[in-house]
């Protein structure tokens, strides 16, 4: 998801998603563990929309 499509969503709808995507991190922590990991570069890619999330979370709480 693109920033942009993020900054439209409310709080709420980011906070979900942010949990929703430690889900995800943390099955894919476990799954490269185990040595069964398909795309070892969704990692990257999970970590990256969380921070992204993060980030608009608190540019709402400043502003």
Request: no cysteine; aromatic share 4%; glycine share 6%.
């Amino acid at each position: 998801m693109k920033t942009s499509q993020m900054r439209e969503k409310s709080e709420g709808e980011l906070e979900t998603r942010e949990k929703e995507l430690s889900e995800q991190l943390y099955k894919l922590r476990f799954q490269r563990a185990t040595g069964r990991m398909e795309a070892p570069s969704k990692v990257k890619e999970v970590r990256r929309e969380i921070a992204r999330i993060k980030t608009l979370l608190g540019e709402k709480a400043r502003g």
